[in-house]
């Protein structure tokens, strides 16, 4: 049975080598996005992230790498600044 997200990405080792595609597949939408939060943290390479087998539509593509974006910068102002996610949200306007 198709998962109804897939997330396409690759490891980037060397330039000069072709990366390796990888899958990470999953039904939960939180998930997928946690998932992509971690491959941007590790400066992976995001392919495509599809839903029900179809590339999701460059706005929505968008969106979950903006919301993947913010978490990281919320959770690093929030160790910085020894300060709770409300307080960063209130101050930043990050944290959801």
């Known amino acids: 049975m198709l998962k109804k997200y897939s997330v396409e990405y690759s490891v980037r080792l060397q ?3 072709l990366p390796e595609h990888h899958f990470y597949n999953t039904d939960d939408p ?12 590790q400066g992976m390479g995001i392919h495509a992230i599809r839903h029900e087998g179809a590339d999701l539509p460059r706005p929505d593509f968008d969106r979950i790498v903006k919301l993947a ?9 929030c160790t910085s ?13 990050f944290a959801a």
Do not use: W
């Open 81 to 93: 600044l020894n300060i709770k996610p409300e307080e960063e949200h209130f101050r930043f306007g």
């Open 30 to 41: 939180v998930a997928c996005e946690v998932f992509v939060q971690d491959l941007l943290e």
């Open 15 to 17: 330039r000069h080598l």
């Open 69 to 77: 974006a913010s978490g990281i910068a919320s959770s690093r102002i």
